[in-house]
């Protein structure tokens, strides 16, 4: 996983973020939308305990270990931990496939300045 998250840091498809993310037992994250439609973001189970999962607009789902949910963090969601242990997920966000790669500077420029919120 660790060299995974090294290769994405170069890598010319990735955009914004590569953690690692934390969900501690009894934590529930409230339903909020990301700032954009140009990326995607991607959730590699790491540490995954009973009680953990996620709904993406009308769709929920649950993380595995070793495996990734892919989706687009403009649609609202949430994420919840109600079980016993911390749930940690290597997050990663990538250019959404069909935002044309000539876009890919200027949106990572719009990013990086704030003009769209992130």
């Known amino acids: ?3 995974a998250a090294k290769h994405l840091a170069g890598s010319t498809g990735a955009c914004g ?3 690692f993310a934390a969900l501690a037992p009894g ?3 409230k339903p909020h939308c990301g700032p954009t439609n140009t990326r995607l973001t991607c959730h590699l189970g ?3 305990p009973e009680g ?3 709904r993406v607009g009308t769709e929920t789902r649950c993380w595995q270990r070793g495996k990734c949910l892919v989706f687009d963090d403009s649609w609202e969601h949430e994420v919840w931990n109600t079980g016993s242990g911390l749930r940690i997920v290597l997050l990663v966000n990538f250019w959404h496939p069909d935002l044309p790669q000539e876009l ?3 949106t990572a420029q719009e990013l990086q300045e704030g003009f769209l919120d992130v």
């Open 17 to 19: 973020n590569a953690i």
């Open 104 to 106: 890919w500077d200027e």
């Open 1 to 3: 996983t660790v060299a």
């Open 27 to 29: 934590t529930w994250l």
């Open 46 to 48: 790491v540490e995954v």
């Open 52 to 54: 953990c999962g996620i």
